[in-house]
């Protein structure tokens, strides 16, 4: 089992609000850049959609189960059909979108226990909680040419990663990182 990061971020290391949605000042810094870097599997995630778990956050699953479900294509497909983990406190349900259950428990140990490689998107805390607790072995980071200044950053404690590769996709640079 591996946990992989995947994230938009800023050139200055911002995740927060990439497209705009959370109403931020510079918001929508993401979607300034076209299509492109944005459009499809851009985080080159293929078989592990069908594979692995996604675990998302409250937030980023509320904002995913209003846009996903509505949309057909190879990647929405296998998006929609994708297992789904949702840690929250306070939802209740998440029928809304296909194949997603609430995580029950503490967060460290359901991603412990898990046997399928555990897909993070967005959820900027998520991603912070397992690797303060060691257990990220990867980042797929999307770099856009944009500068926020302000805002909630993916790394909040010291790593040392190694490059695996880089590639431009569209205006924006995938860079992919192992943790040491």
Do not use: C
């Amino acid at each position: 089992m591996s946990v992989i990061v995947a994230e938009f971020l800023t050139l200055d290391g911002v995740a927060e609000d990439p497209d705009g949605s959370g109403g931020t000042a510079t918001g929508g810094w993401a979607f300034r850049h076209g299509p492109e870097a944005v459009a499809g599997d851009k985080f080159r995630l293929g078989t592990l959609l069908d594979t692995g778990v996604l675990l998302l956050g409250r937030t980023t699953w509320e904002l995913f189960a209003k846009l996903w479900p509505g949309r057909s294509g190879e990647f929405p497909d296998r998006l929609n059909a994708a297992a789904k983990l949702v840690a929250s406190r306070t939802l209740q349900d998440v029928s809304a979108w296909q194949n997603s259950v609430l995580l029950r428990g503490d967060l460290v140990d359901a991603v412990e226990r898990e046997e399928r490689d555990v897909v993070v998107i967005g959820s900027v805390g998520i991603a912070q909680t397992l690797a303060r607790h060691g257990l990220v072995d990867e980042y797929r980071v999307l770099v856009f040419p944009s500068v926020a200044g302000t805002g909630r950053r993916l790394f909040d404690t010291p790593a040392d990663l190694d490059l695996v590769s880089t590639t431009p996709v569209g205006s924006a640079i995938l860079s992919t990182y192992r943790t040491r």
